[in-house]
């Protein structure tokens, strides 16, 4: 069984820095998702919701795996409900549910995660190089 590399610091998966934005993230979109249109409850808001949490939820069960191929899959399944999060908030843009100050923080708030979880797994798999 190959062990993963923690670094120095990193004691639990709510260390890493890829959590914690992905949290703030998944708090942002609950607070934004609030002002759209009630009859979305079920259908846009409860997918931009259930992406935004799937991100967060997936970075910690990939820290609690014992193998380091099974962090990288579950690191890839978070990137891929970012990439999810990014698609749905392009749609409530284009139908107007989504704008301003709200938008633009959704958008960074992405983008610095994208970023961060990238950097994530590159250096989880190459501490199995």
Do not use: H
């Not at 843009?93 to 301003?100: E, N, P, S, V």
């Amino acid at each position: 069984m190959a062990e993963r590399a923690k670094p120095g610091n990193i004691r639990t998966y709510r260390d890493l820095v890829a959590w914690q934005k992905a949290m703030a993230l998944a708090e942002l979109l609950y607070k934004v998702t609030a002002a759209f249109p009630p009859d979305e409850r079920f259908g846009l808001i409860s997918q931009l919701r259930r992406a935004g949490v799937s991100v967060p939820s997936n970075i910690a069960e990939g820290y609690g795996r014992a193998r380091t191929a099974e962090y990288c899959r579950y690191l890839e399944m978070s990137r891929g409900s970012l990439y999810e999060l990014q698609t749905q908030a392009e749609l409530a843009r284009r139908l107007g549910w989504l704008r301003g100050k709200d938008l633009s923080a959704l958008r960074e708030s992405m983008r610095e995660l994208d970023a961060v979880l990238s950097g994530l797994l590159r250096s989880v798999r190459k501490s199995v190089e």
